[in-house]
């Protein structure tokens, strides 16, 4: 039967240099070696068959070892290593073995404090410079200014406005009475001066030459107060600025030649009829 060891047992203690190299800010790889001192010793059993002189035997070794893992450091006070180790030892028999490590292990530096916020010194401003009161000339005084002043407007010249009624639309034939119709056309006449500042208004009657040349300056003075009174009424115009005047027939229109004879018939006054009328004359401005 084949000599069988019961029990194999390993003691020690090791040193190591461990060196990092940072990946990131938080993250390093490690790198071991070291030496590592041990005592092994190990125990055979079996049936007496075959004799061994020492059943326990024991050795004392050193050896090197080697080891590589990662670090996350979570601050400088506290980090975590996950690492893979590799042992070299003796079997106390004459022999010699690997032996591989795993292992997660929490770190904690003695020493290694978080490092403290930066501290920014506050340095106050320099206090501002005193104000330097530079003396100044007077400035001159300006020179006047002489205005002009805007010519005066050029005066505007009365507007003057005649207009000719016939005998006829105002009166009855050989009358000096106005008629309705003729206190119609008044009417408009006078609305039309509204908002006009006139200077005077001149209203002339005019005859024909049918009758005595008396008598016809009368009809003509009558027919020019008759509507100088009608535009007067009820405050139409001022009376102080309207003037009458009786024309006869003096003035005529009609031509000698076209209207022949002096004995009162129908187709003499047909075509005198145009020297039949009242002419009124406006001065002033709208």
């Not at 039967?1 to 990092?20: E, F, I, S």
């Not at 075959?50 to 006070?77: C, E, I």
């Not at 309207?242 to 003096?250: F, H, I, K, L, S």
């Amino acid at each position: 039967m084949p000599l069988t060891a019961d029990v194999h047992g390993a003691q020690g203690a090791n040193l190591d240099a461990v060196a990092t190299l940072p990946l990131t800010d938080n993250l390093s790889a490690l790198g071991r070696v070291g030496a590592a001192y041990t005592r092994t010793r190990t125990q055979f059993g079996g049936t007496g068959a075959v004799v061994v002189n020492n059943r326990n035997p024991s050795d004392r070794r050193s050896d090197m070892k080697v080891g590589v893992g990662l670090q996350y450091a979570f601050n400088p006070g506290f980090m975590m290593r996950a690492e893979g180790e590799r042992y070299r030892m003796s079997d106390a028999t004459g022999g010699r073995a690997n032996v591989n490590l795993y292992s997660v292990s929490l770190v904690f530096p003695f020493g290694r404090a978080p490092a403290p916020a930066p501290r920014v010194a506050y340095t106050p401003p320099p206090p501002a410079p005193a104000p330097v009161v530079v003396a100044q000339a007077p400035a001159p005084a300006p020179a006047a200014v002489v205005v002009a002043p805007m010519p005066a407007p050029a005066p505007v010249a009365p507007e003057r406005r005649r207009v000719s009624y016939s005998a006829e639309s105002l009166f009855g034939f050989d009358k000096a009475a106005i008629g309705p119709d003729g206190k119609s056309a008044l009417d408009r006449f006078a609305a039309e001066l509204t908002g006009t500042s006139f200077d005077s208004i001149t209203v002339e009657g005019h005859t024909d030459r049918i009758g005595s040349t008396a008598y016809n300056q009368k009809l003509s003075v009558d027919r020019a107060e008759a509507v100088k009174a009608y535009l007067v009424s009820a405050g139409r115009v001022d009376p102080g600025r309207v003037n009458a005047v009786g024309r006869g027939e003096g003035s005529p229109v009609t031509n000698a030649a076209d209207c022949k004879g002096n004995t009162k018939t129908a187709a003499l006054v047909s075509c005198l009829q145009p020297d039949r009328r009242v002419e009124i004359e406006v001065t002033g401005t709208r």
